[in-house]
């Protein structure tokens, strides 16, 4: 899991001119290339979503075991965006996406091999690392070749698309996987198997795309990537980072528990729904971050933190109600809240920074995210080892909306 916004975080700090690679294609072509191969990718991620209430009747796997095989992806994501995420600007976009994207093969190729919870961890544990490097170097290909292709326009398209390709990617990965889950035999095998073709696929069409770095003749120092605090707004900015917190623990609910909520809680165990639950929530995400973009910073913060509240409160109340209609209306009213709230928690660091101490206050940003992707998600499972799972859930929406007042009473009083 990843927005948009993390891979802009590590991309270049100083222009790099196109390098021309004799047999590549065209930059604009390269351009289609490259995100098709970030939604895959990002879909790939996503493709055990609908397969976790499968995974719990086929091994026995408890809801514990599930959010810590969820988590252990997020500790991926976070270890490789900080060591790996910035070295492109460097070594070049090809040379850091293609072992990324090889990465994830190998991921698809682990979850084949067992279903065995050690094997399980090892794979959502490759992909996380591979994710990492290819949200922050994808997202700075697109806009190089976009600006290589289009030297007159403006990056707009670059950024939708990239949008598009993240959180669309995200959306459209449990939904593939869960149809083919449903529709097709060996539900723990066939899904990881189209993946591992297409990924495959992307290496190679990676592979024909232009370079947009331009090699320093002295290849600087490696260093990990730097955490910061602006030390003239660290008001706003913990409250910046508060919201991606919990925009993302949002996310990170949809992308582990929900399906057992779905398949146990409201009784309805098609795997397709539940892929359909997830593509609903992050196409809204997705959504949400294009159509109000024009906003501004306050105002997104504002809209997220109302909108995810209200929908927290609605799929608390969809699983204790037992209805499937209310569970998934509100679903999508939190995933619209979730994405443009992190969206405006980007926006909100970025102005508060100077272009050479971005990078390092938006890593920093990012790391709470990223810790709300896990950390929420990992304690509503340990929380169902003593109580019932729509206990756990009420617990959790009653912090996150404990959360996102005191956010909101820190943005009202700045203002």
């Not at 297409?198 to 490696?222: I, K, M, N």
């Not at 260093?223 to 409250?239: D, E, K, M, N």
Request: charged fraction near 10%.
């Amino acid at each position: 899991m990843s927005a948009t916004s993390l891979g802009r975080s590590a991309g270049p700090r100083h222009s790099h001119r196109p390098v021309p690679r004799a047999g590549a294609v065209r930059h604009g072509t390269g351009f289609w290339l490259i995100a098709v191969t970030f939604l895959i990718a990002m879909a790939f991620s996503g493709a055990p979503t609908p397969l976790w209430a499968v995974y719990q009747q086929h091994d026995h796997f408890s809801t514990l075991t599930v959010t810590v095989a969820f988590a252990v992806y997020a500790l991926g994501v976070v270890v490789s965006l900080f060591l790996a995420g910035h070295v492109s600007d460097w070594l070049g976009r090809r040379r850091i996406l293609l072992p990324a994207v090889l990465l994830e093969a190998v991921s698809a190729a682990i979850f084949l091999s067992s279903t065995s919870l050690p094997v399980l961890l090892a794979a959502r544990t490759v992909s996380g690392l591979g994710i990492g490097m290819i949200t922050a170097t994808a997202t700075a290909h697109l806009a190089e070749l976009h600006q290589s292709a289009r030297p007159n326009a403006s990056r707009t398209r670059a950024d939708l698309v990239a949008t598009a390709a993240n959180l669309g990617g995200l959306a459209v990965g449990p939904l593939v996987s869960g149809l083919l889950a449903q529709y097709v035999s060996q539900p723990l095998r066939t899904p990881y198997l189209v993946f591992l073709g297409l990924l495959l696929l992307s290496a190679v069409g990676v592979a024909l795309v232009p370079e947009t770095v331009e090699l320093a003749e002295e290849r600087p120092p490696y260093r990990p990537q730097r955490v910061s605090v602006p030390v003239s707004s660290r008001g706003i900015y913990y409250a910046a980072s508060a919201a991606a917190f919990a925009a993302f623990s949002v996310l990170g609910l949809f992308t582990s528990l929900a399906p057992g909520f779905v398949a146990v809680t409201l009784q309805h165990p098609s795997r397709a729904l539940a892929g359909l639950v997830a593509f609903l929530v992050f196409g809204s995400a997705a959504t949400t971050q294009m159509v109000f973009a024009r906003l501004t910073a306050e105002r997104q913060l504002a809209t997220g933190l109302l909108l995810m509240s209200l929908g927290i409160i609605g799929v608390t109340t969809g699983v204790w109600i037992t209805s499937l209609t209310v569970f998934l209306a509100a679903g999508i009213v939190a995933g619209a809240g979730a994405g443009i709230l992190f969206k405006g928690a980007v926006t909100t660091t970025v102005s508060l920074t100077s272009a050479h101490t971005r990078g390092e206050a938006l890593a920093g940003l990012f790391l709470a995210a990223y810790i709300g992707l896990a950390l929420p998600v990992l304690g509503i499972g340990v929380a169902t080892q003593f109580v019932t799972d729509k206990t756990a859930l009420l617990g959790f929406a009653a912090v996150l909306v404990a959360l996102n007042a005191t956010v909101a009473g820190r943005l009202m009083r700045r203002r």
